[in-house]
């Protein structure tokens, strides 16, 4: 009986020490997991001169990459069926809003599940009022190896890609990360 006791006693004594390190293992598992998240990439890999792929408007018009240079632009791939997307809209529009003066705000969709017309339609429910290309055929995603949506990336002057990320983005991030290439 005595034995069992200490047993007890003893296998008691080490469940704190054991719940606290597998608590610090789960937090630094979180930090980690949030700093990859979060982490610029401005090495993206880039196949081909990105400037000249042609794109449409959702306007009709045909533009390529190259006619924004000459300023900073902010480039987000998007899809219309993403719900994360579709949580960047708010961001977008408030980015929109402070640096539209400043810089070149533009969103792609370069998904094989959109088009023009699907497009037109998002933009129109939404309210965008920045700039949406279709990337048909997904050639412009190909040559920046796009791997989800939404990535985000920003070009310098000469459309050079300074920076990129993949997933949200706070409004505060966005705003900060945009402030540091102008």
């Not at 480039?75 to 809003?97: D, G, L, R």
Request: with cysteine; charged share 20%.
């Amino acid at each position: 009986m005595k034995q069992r006791k200490k047993e007890k006693k003893k296998s008691q004594n080490l469940a704190g020490p054991i719940a606290l390190l597998l608590v610090i293992v789960f937090l630094i598992t979180i930090v980690y997991i949030v700093q990859v998240m979060n982490r610029a990439n401005p090495s993206v890999a880039v196949s081909d001169n990105i400037l000249d792929v042609p794109l449409i408007g959702t306007d009709g018009r045909i533009y390529t990459l190259s006619n924004f240079t000459g300023k900073v632009t902010l480039i987000e791939f998007m899809a219309t069926w993403c719900p994360h997307c579709k949580n960047m809209i708010p961001v977008m529009k408030q980015v929109y809003s402070e640096f539209k003066d400043k810089i070149n705000i533009i969103s792609i969709g370069p998904d094989a599940s959109d088009n023009l017309n699907t497009l037109r339609e998002y933009k129109n429910e939404y309210n965008i009022t920045w700039i949406i290309l279709w990337d048909k055929g997904g050639v412009l995603a190909s040559k920046v190896n796009l791997q989800a949506y939404p990535t985000f990336m920003i070009l310098g002057k000469n459309g050079q890609i300074l920076w990129s990320k993949v997933g949200e983005i706070s409004t505060d991030s966005l705003r900060t990360t945009i402030m540091s290439y102008l």
